[in-house]
């Protein structure tokens, strides 16, 4: 338990101190992006790497909840706070109603059903031109502020979104750690033997499934309050699919392997520019190369890779023995 | 304390359980033998809520608990073993045990989220318990070992452990001496019987007839998903149709 | 071993020593105007952000190979933002925190342009994009000005040209993409002040492969006309399936299908198809007295010579960008502000979209002139009027 | 022009469209029926199709029948290179590991054809001329009926190849059990290649058939994939009739959508009833089985 304490300490130190040795820039700029993307794939990976569930619709939460935060404190006036969390309790709603359904289902039915959600919400956000704006995108939404702090430089909105990032990498380890992560984890493994030890698993499903909408939902509102503008092609299929791949990449299961993947493949583009026309080409391959020789994804790697150090270092590996 | 009422179990034209009734006395071990493909494990299924029967009706100390789904029968008091141990293998030993507490614990997403003290409170008392509970199937020592890393005897032990940590009043146990040698068989009734003694029922599906014959109170035998006859293990042993089931015909 | 180690740090000396005189030896080099491109060369609209990026990189060689402006050469950074806001938003802020350039040209769409103009704003970096959109520069935005025709002058061709034919019941078929809807309102918009009637307003997404229920909607109304409003390759399908339903009545397109693509694909159906278009595509039909004439048979001719293609006006919002901003910066100016009102001040500059004049209440420039109306027969455009 | 041929027209362009689905979704059937696996892919064959069919007709200038032959068989063979080297090296996958490699497949392969063939549409030739046919106040152009006459001649040879043939048999054997099959001494290896180039195949003869119509690009392969994949759904992942009537269900009622209600939602629509028929008959609407999938 302690030891958990300190390596998140460790990390949020990390995290909250990036911007002091980087002179500002664009790179501070894109590790916005790079938070946002965290608590997306911290969202995905309570699903898929604790309870086992995928879901290829995770942008549409996202979508729904740059949108609401955006409609209603645009079109209706309201304050960005109370904007926030009307969308996220809408959202948590939308998925507590549509998970039962939807996570009776397994398998391909599961990633199709979801899919199929996905497509819906993109479809809509598309279409309602009247209020959405349609695919032309909706624009002025305010930016966040707390009394005279306006988050209006990349270095503020740095602050703000990595603070929320790290609130939700923090709150997700306690809860992977505790009898509901055991409950999911247990699920994972073998649903069959998990209920016959009392545990609800479609509810905790649904209550996962749940609180992943909500995170994503967060995300989505932070997102369009920084950005300021919003136009349904940021939420469609493929962020979902690059979601999955930031997942896949970083670790199923692993918190903080969650946030190397979003960090990874956010800052990837910007140090391979050269790849442009090929980045499509090398996202398949790695979903393919990673699922197939590191299905735990680059903290497995690390992981193996430390054992394989120690073991070398014939002094440290004699004492451990 | 569960009463067995004509259960009746169809899969496609097949009848797997035609009419089976029989019951378990609270406090006694009931054994339920017969050979392979009898039905055996499928009255388990059912009675678990994993199949559902196609005709009958089970109570559990008066009560109907008929097709419900195995989460709700745990929160009535009865859980179940299984053949093939099903260990949350990725799982320490201890947390597999853990998982078993679920139902005796409550904390929800917020409390588990931000650590509140009642649930930081709850999680040593859970911590606790797993260990004496390991400590009562004698597997203490293996507590932060890797489930799936643990052999195979020992991850017998692990299972009852975790079953037994739902404070169950019945336990259903699906063959449990499988894959056991004779030693570990032998510790296997010593602990069946320190489980009666806490007060829990039992029933177990087993092959092992040495063992059944020596811990069970009542024999329940099945063959091609009918009763055939029901007693103590001496009447068993002696019931002429029994003999000839096992042995074919004289 | 001593000595072989001072040899060898001897001659490493030497040779560091001797790198360090090439490069001090060398003639200050003059600072180059640095310029920052965003095209969406990937991603779904790539049709647009391809030729734009060829064009942009294109006259920048040309201006360079000249001397470059005012003895200064242009350096002309490119980002491609594949077709995505958020990427658009990243790379503007890039080019201006990192590769502190003075002045933005694109992103290819109305989405993106949208997405990138608070930035800009902030930053007060003028920013010429090259998407279609009318609602980039209207309302007036200080910074923020366009160099491709907005589609209100497009509509309010087609609109003309119908009332000249006494045709007053119009269907629309819009894609349901950032050009089509943004197509849609304006057609809406304008419909009253011709006096158009839409019978029927609907729409088809970009990737659909069937638009028949949508024309036999049409065909069952009292439509005269049919405008269908998108990009390729849907226009090419609404034209197929036209033809197969036997739908009679004139049939018009938009100018995001001005290009001999449409055309190959759409095949026969293509056939007296009308639309307004860029005088790019026509550019060797127009009078030699015609103010673009010179411009666009420029650029025609230098696309292909690089590229093996015709120029299309897509490539040509990308030319008239660069050119704008040359023009901005030989009056001497080179900050961000000093360009912006520069820019303002241009009138009557002859481009491949149009004549360009801006003022302080219009970033456009344009006028309907920018359109000419073609039409297609035997595969090729004919002017129209 | 009255409703009543307004209607004929939306149910002879739907079924045309729904034929198209279908053919798709036969595709997926196969390799699922074989070896549990959904290929997300399958789309991806369409495209390819389509493509080899432009890439050999339009810059080789083969004759239109060569082309599509090879185009066919390039398109088979991407199939089983896909099955090589994605899928037989997953030893011990879960549902999720395949969903994922299927998925990264699908990406992969759409970007290599975006590098090799570009980003632009093409077209091909219509088989036999555009002369608009008419049928119940309906039209039709010639390339439709190719595509019903396609699709019955699949499911009549479907059928006889499942039913008559040593290695449709096979096939069969491996979908009810494939360690059961592999012990009587069926190659389950070979089989699954032999699934997945058969998918292919009829992908990409279903991506050229309908590349006249609809044209293709590189990026064409994904709507048409969860097509395909809907009508599979609907029609309870059969390998025959099923899967044909989701198809045809599916084209109609997308062209009613449009037609009727709203053009806009129509896609909407069509995945709202994928959501329905999931929740509520997982096993498809025209089979009467039980299912797993639940």
Known sequence: MRRELIKFALFAAVALAVPATIKGGYLLNVLVFVGINTMLAVALNLLLGFAGQISLGQAAFYGLGAYLSGILTTTYGWNPWTAMAVAAMAVGLLAFVIGFPILKLKGHYLAMATLGFGIIIYIVLNEYVDVTGGPSGFSGVPGLGIGNLHFDSDLKSYYLVWTMALLVMLLAVNLTQSRIGRALRAIHDSEVAARVLGVNARLLKVQVFTCSAVISCLAGSLYAHTVTFISPSTFGFHFSVELLTMVIIGGLGSIYGSCLGAALLTLLPEFLRTFQDYDIVVYGLLLIVMTMFLPGGLVQGFEMLWAGIRRLWPGRAGQDA | MLDIHGITCVFGGLTALDDVSFSARAGEITGVIGPNGAGKTTLFNIITGIYTRSAGRITLEGSDISGLPPERL????????????????????????????????????????????????????????????????????????????????KGRMLEIARALAVQPRIMLMDEPAAGLNSRETWQLGDLIRKIRETGVTVVLVEHDMELVMDICDTIVVLNLGRKLAEGTPRQIQENPEVIAAYLGDE | MKTRFIRIATLLLALFSSVGAAIAAEPVKIEPIKIGALFSVTGPPSFLGEPERNTAQMVVDEINKTGGIKGRPLELVIYDTTGDPTKAVQLATKLIKDDKVVAIIGPSTTGETMAVKPVTEKEQIPLISCAAGSKITDPVNPWTFKTAQNDTLAVARIFEHLQKRKLDKVAILTASDGFGASGREQLKNQATKFGMTLTVDDTFGPKDTDMTAQLTKIRGSEAQAIICWGTNPGPAVVAKNARQLGIKLPLFMSHGVSSKKFIELAGEAAEGIILPSGQVIVADLLPAAAPQKKALMAYVQDYKKNFGVEGDHFGGHAWDAVMLLKKALEQGADTPAAIRDQLEKISGFAGIGGVFGFSAADHAGLTKDAFVLVEIRNKDWVLVD | MDFSQQLSQYLLSGLATGAIYALIGLGFAIIYNSTGIINFAQGEFVMLGGMFGVYFYTIHQLPLVAALVLAVLCAAASGVMFERLAIRPLRRATPLGLVIITIGGSILVRGIAMLVWGKDTHALPTFSGDEPIALAGATLLPQHLWIFALTVLLIVVNKLFFQYTITGKALRACAVNQRAAGLVGIDVRRMVMFSFLLASGMGALAGIIVAPLTMTSYDVGIMLGLKGFCAAIIGGMSNGIGTVLGGLLLGVLEALGAGLISSGYKDAVTFVILLLILFLRPQGLFSSGESERV
């Open chain 2, 74 to 153: 745990t929160r009535l008091g009865l859980v179940r073993t299984f053949q093939n141990i099903e260990l949350f293998g990725k799982m320490s030993v201890l947390e597999n045990v853990m998982v078993g507490l679920h139902t005796r614990s409550r904390s929800g997403f917020i409390a588990c989220a931000f650590k509140l003290p009642q649930h930081l409170r709850e999680e040593r008392r859970i911590r606790e318990q797993a260990q004496e509970l390991l400590e009562f199937v004698g597997i203490a020592d293996l507590a932060d070992m890797a489930a799936a890393n643990l052999p195979f005897g």
